[in-house]
């Protein structure tokens, strides 16, 4: 069963990088997330995350954070975690 998680803020395009506002669980490096919207669904490990420019190791509830992703996001797009 997948777990919310939060939403896709922005997406910086030229890095790859998806803004996710972190609303319902905690996030941490090595989870497995899934991104859903628009036309598009794919599942990843979240290897790499930031907060005002620093790695940090997980995510709090009402924390906005940068992931690095393997595909192109949209605004808007749904966060779950894949347990």
Same mark, same amino acid.
């Given at each position: =069963?997948? %777990?919310p998680? /939060? +939403?896709?803020?922005?997406?910086?395009?030229? &890095? /790859?990088?998806?803004?996710? @506002? &972190?609303?319902? $669980?905690? %996030?941490?490096?090595? #989870?497995?997330?899934?991104?859903? /919207?628009? #036309?598009? *669904?794919?599942? $990843?490990? !979240? #290897?790499? =995350? $930031?907060? *005002?420019?620093?790695?940090?190791?997980e @995510?709090?509830?009402? =924390? !906005?954070?940068? &992931? $690095?992703? *393997? +595909?192109?996001v949209?605004?808007? #797009? +749904? !966060?779950? %975690?894949?347990?």
């Amino acid at each position: =069963m997948d %777990l919310p998680i /939060g +939403r896709v803020t922005h997406f910086y395009d030229k &890095i /790859g990088v998806a803004i996710v @506002a &972190i609303e319902k $669980q905690t %996030l941490k490096i090595g #989870d497995k997330i899934k991104f859903s /919207g628009h #036309d598009q *669904e794919f599942t $990843q490990s !979240v #290897d790499s =995350m $930031q907060t *005002e420019h620093q790695q940090i190791p997980e @995510a709090k509830v009402g =924390m !906005v954070v940068g &992931i $690095q992703t *393997e +595909r192109k996001v949209k605004e808007n #797009d +749904r !966060v779950f %975690l894949v347990t």
